[in-house]
C-alpha cells in the first residue's frame, strides 16, 4: 500500500520513522505494491521488524508517506518528495526525495528504491541467542536498496551507529553497505569510535 501524508522528521539516536509517519493524517492512493520474499530461509518465520526474515508465503507491504507523488505506468516507476518516510518489513527509510523501480513481473514487486537528501535508514540485525536485535542506524545524503541483494548502500559521507558504536566516513568517496541482517560493509576511508557505558559503582557499607 502506498500512502501520501505529511511526516515529521526525528533522530534522537534512533530514527523514530514508523512513529512520525502514525502522527500524521495519511491519504491513501489507490495504488498497492505487493512482493513475496523469495530468498526467505525459514517458511515460518514470523513477521519482524525492519531487516528481519518474513514468511515466504505471504506479501511484502512497502508505505511510502510523502507531500507530493507522481507515477509513470510506462516505466514503472514512482517519485515522493517532501518529508518521505517508507516503512517495510525490511528496512525504514526517510528522506527529501525518493524514487521507486517497480519490478515488470507477475508479481509486481519493489525492485529498487533511491532516496535523496537527508537520508536516514534504520535495519535490525537479530539476535543469535534469541535477544533484542541490534539496530543500525544510518545517516547520508544518498541511499540505494536493492532487492535482489537486500543491501542498503549509503554515499555521500555516511556514518551508521550500531548500538554505542559509530562509523563514520573521513572522505566523500566511502561506501557503506548496510546488508539485510543489519550487518556494516565499509568501503573507504572511515573513523570508528567505540564506545562504552561507565561500570556502576557499589555502594559502599
Known amino acids: 500500500m502506498i500512502k501520501v501524508a505529511a511526516a515529521a522528521y526525528l533522530l534522537t539516536g ?3 520513522l514508523e512513529s512520525s509517519a502514525q502522527e ?3 491519504t491513501k492512493l489507490a495504488v498497492a505494491k505487493t512482493e513475496r520474499r523469495k530468498d526467505a530461509k525459514e517458511k515460518g518465520a514470523k513477521s519482524s521488524p525492519a531487516g ?11 508505505e511510502v508517506y510523502a507531500e507530493q507523488a507522481s507515477f509513470d505506468s510506462a516505466k514503472n516507476t514512482g517519485v515522493f518528495t517532501g518529508h518521505v518516510v517508507v516503512n517495510d518489513p525490511r528496512f ?3 528522506s527529501d526525495k525518493l524514487t521507486v523501480y517497480i519490478s515488470k513481473d507477475e508479481n509486481g514487486g519493489l525492485e529498487k528504491a533511491v532516496a535523496d537528501g537527508n537520508v536516514g535508514v534504520v535495519r535490525d540485525r537479530p539476535d543469535p541467542k534469541g535477544g533484542p536485535p541490534l539496530r543500525s542506524v544510518g545517516r547520508s545524503e544518498n541511499a540505494v ?3 535482489k541483494d537486500g543491501n542498503v548502500e549509503l554515499t555521500g559521507n555516511p556514518r551508521v551507529q550500531q548500538g554505542l558504536n559509530m562509523h563514520v566516513a573521513t572522505s566523500p568517496e566511502t561506501v557503506m553497505v548496510l546488508n539485510e541482517n543489519g550487518q556494516l560493509t565499509t568501503h573507504g576511508p572511515s573513523r570508528t569510535e567505540i564506545r562504552q557505558q561507565p561500570k556502576e559503582e557499589k555502594p559502599k557499607p
Not at 528481519?52 to 512497502?62: I, K
Open 14 to 16: 534512533l530514527l523514530l
Open 145 to 147: 536498496y536493492t532487492t
Open 92 to 94: 525504514n527509510i526517510q
Open 52 to 62: 528481519l526474515s518474513t514468511p515466504t508465503d505471504q506479501p511484502v507491504t512497502t
Open 24 to 26: 500524521s493524517a495519511p
